[in-house]
């Protein structure tokens, strides 16, 4: 992205679990020992202070970032429009990347709503609705796209089936979806785990990789993996559990979207993470994403999902118009039939069920992040000689900041479970006390606390002309060190 006048090129993580962009303030404590791309706000000459100490976002491990409320023009991808945006200016955090947020305005950190991304969007002309479609591809490769205002029928195939998003205390905050079953298949047939035959929500989040189950589900899974318990207490599976089959995921709208097992089992461990969302929610990250093409739909409340083709070069984008309360009739990719002998059979939450090739095993790209505009900060990565990937842990809960109320719609409501546990595809570890390291690529939190009330005055628009908006741009990693605060 681009900030400021002139602008500073910087590089954010897309988090559609966070309301607020947030930057790095070149003079912040992060940036004394290095940091990703900082921004100088002594450089902007179009920088306005909205709040002196009014941004604060704590996460539910503790750890946060704290700052300004500040406005200053924002570019993006290939818009090629400048947008007058209010975002934080971090002073304090122990994050080396700023964040997008692109979730709902409800769950800001300010104790007082202001107009974020999404509602700029809009509000700008660039989009008709607050809608974006989010494609991160295979793990191997080092581009993805995110598209606001549209969806592309390249990049899913068959079509794409819709769920109401869940709501809290009949606000909507984040993404929570219907998840109603879980199956796995080790060799040619299906097998439906006996615990997930569940209604639970589960929060689709594109800022972290982990996988957030209910208790019983992950240890049904360990027991379906063969899990070992290693001398150091860490349990293990063998590798060559990634040359099988495939974890299907079932979803309230009737589709399910399978997961190759190569997507969880790695030989990779991450070390020096960034903080958690552990907030009790259920959970699919990246693992999960990757394998499917999701519709963010934040104007009528619903997700659309399809099973993502992956590695693609094609695009065919389709606009979705204001006021449109549902997606545009349009089939995307047609799935190839099996080609090899060796298949296996995944059961939807309907009963039926699909046959698909067993996938190749694949090497993994360890060298680059994940979904292009996700950039995440993966440090250096140590090979160890197994990698697992079921961890669970009880996680703490936080308080989230009284919002005002959602849409006057009736909001779809799922029963919450009360415990969650972690799949991790790193070195894994299995705690009852909230004890022990965790092994992410990144994160981002999606509870806030409340933070300073903020005005911000805004300027009528210039009409622009409306169109979805990609979001493909690779930008470079940089380190820089801070030389000075913004107060002085």
């Not at 059961?347 to 995440?376: C, E, L, Y």
């Not at 894994?428 to 903020?454: C, F, I, W």
Request: hydrophobic share 35%; charged share 15%; aromatic share 8%.
């Amino acid at each position: 992205v681009q900030v400021g006048t002139p602008s500073q090129t910087l590089l954010l993580m897309i988090g559609t679990g966070s309301s607020d962009i947030w930057v790095l303030n070149n003079s912040s404590n992060i940036c004394a020992s290095g940091c990703l791309t900082p921004f100088y706000p002594k450089k902007s000459t179009s920088l306005q202070l909205v709040s002196a100490g009014g941004f604060k976002i704590t996460y539910a491990d503790g750890t946060g970032a704290s700052g300004d409320y500040i406005r200053d023009e924002f570019l993006f991808g290939q818009v090629g429009h400048s947008m007058q945006l209010q975002m934080g200016l971090a002073n304090d955090t122990q994050n080396s990347v700023g964040i997008m947020g692109i979730g709902y305005d409800t769950n800001e950190a300010s104790t007082s709503q202001y107009p974020n991304f999404m509602d700029e969007m809009v509000s700008d002309g660039l989009t008709n609705t607050k809608l974006y479609s989010l494609w991160l591809n295979d793990l191997g490769s080092s581009t993805g796209s995110i598209l606001f205002g549209g969806i592309d029928t390249e990049k899913y195939y068959g079509s794409l089936s819709s769920m109401p998003i869940i709501a809290k205390n009949n606000v909507y905050t984040s993404f929570s979806v219907g998840l109603t079953s879980i199956s796995y298949s080790p060799g040619s047939t299906a097998i439906l785990l006996k615990n997930s035959s569940f209604s639970a929500p589960v929060v689709l989040e594109s800022s972290t990789t982990e996988i957030y189950l209910p208790e019983a589900v992950v240890e049904e899974i360990y027991s379906a993996f063969a899990v070992e318990m290693g001398s150091d207490g860490s349990p293990y599976v063998d590798c060559t559990a990634s040359n099988s089959s495939v974890m299907s995921f079932g979803f309230e709208s009737g589709t399910a979207i399978d997961v190759p097992y190569y997507e969880f089992i790695t030989k990779l461990y991450v070390p020096n993470p960034l903080p958690g969302d552990l907030t009790g929610d259920n959970v699919l990250g990246d693992f999960f994403l990757r394998s499917a093409y999701v519709v963010y739909d934040l104007t009528n409340n619903y997700i659309w999902i399809a099973p993502a083709v992956l590695n693609t070069t094609k695009s065919n984008v389709v606009e979705i118009q204001a006021g449109a309360v549902s997606l545009p009739q349009s089939t995307g990719v047609t799935k190839p039939s099996p080609t090899t002998s060796s298949s296996t059979t995944s059961t939807s939450p309907t009963g039926s069920s699909t046959s698909s090739a067993a996938p190749a095993p694949r090497k993994k790209n360890s060298a680059v992040a994940i979904g292009v505009g996700v950039a995440v900060p993966i440090g250096v990565l140590l090979a160890v000689a197994l990698g697992l990937c079921f961890w669970w842990r009880h996680r703490k809960r936080t308080t989230e900041p009284e919002k005002v109320p959602g849409p006057q719609d009736e909001p779809a409501t799922i029963p919450e479970l009360g415990d969650s546990a972690y799949i991790n595809a790193g070195a894994v570890y299995k705690d009852h006390h909230n004890q022990g390291r965790m092994s992410q690529m990144s994160s981002t939190p999606s509870e806030l606390s409340a933070g300073t009330p903020v005005s911000s005055p805004r300027s009528p628009k210039s009409p622009v002309e409306r169109k979805p908006v990609p979001f493909r741009d690779e930008l470079p990693t940089t380190w820089e060190h801070g030389d000075g605060p913004l107060s002085e």
